[in-house]
């Protein structure tokens, strides 16, 4: 699929089942995304719900110059930020793990010991300021392009790519040169 373009155009010309394409490969990752603004992971499935109907409804508003993907972040980082001015609350959420390999794929000590480097990775990029956590998850968790994290942030893509270089030099910091806390 390319980021859904393909598939949201097969839905325009009126096959339902491509929209379901698109939820499965990008809802629970705009539920992850949504989840990092508002600390609240049923709060983070209503927003990616609203984003897509959203999709469904405004059909005319998606016009194909950014990719979907970039397209629904953004609306789901609206509709987020939305939701946290309405309860006056600006709490963030610190990253979960993100892709598990089954135990048949692994030894239970590497296991253990992935698991650990990934909470200490996630403890470290929680401590990050909201733009660095923000652009870290955008490009390295979400494998967004700089300009479509930029166009996510509201930013430039030379921000981006600052709040990129200042997360690292902070990183390296807080896990220390081998990466472990």
């Known amino acids: 699929m390319d980021n859904g373009a393909g598939s949201y155009r097969r839905f325009l010309d009126g096959d339902t089942g491509a929209f379901d394409d ?59 930020i939305d939701y946290i001015r309405h309860c006056k609350v600006i709490n963030f959420t610190e990253l979960t793990e993100t892709d598990r390999l089954s135990d048949d794929e692994k030894s239970l000590e590497e296991s253990v010991l992935a698991d650990e480097k990934r909470r200490a990775v996630n403890r470290a990029v929680s401590k990050l300021p909201a733009d660095m956590r923000t652009a870290v998850h955008l490009v390295y968790f979400e494998e967004m392009t700089y300009e479509e994290a930029a166009r996510v942030m509201k930013k430039s893509r030379k921000q981006v790519d600052n709040l990129l270089y200042r997360a690292k030099k902070e990183l390296r910091v807080l896990l220390g040169e081998d990466g472990e806390a």
């Open 22 to 80: 698109i939820m499965n490969e990008l809802f629970y990752s705009l539920v992850f995304f949504a989840n990092s603004y508002v600390h609240d992971v049923h709060t983070a499935e209503d927003i990616a719900i609203d984003t897509f109907s959203d999709l469904i409804v405004h059909r005319h508003r998606y016009n194909f110059k950014v990719t979907l993907k970039t397209y629904l972040f953004t609306l789901a980082r609206s509709r987020s």
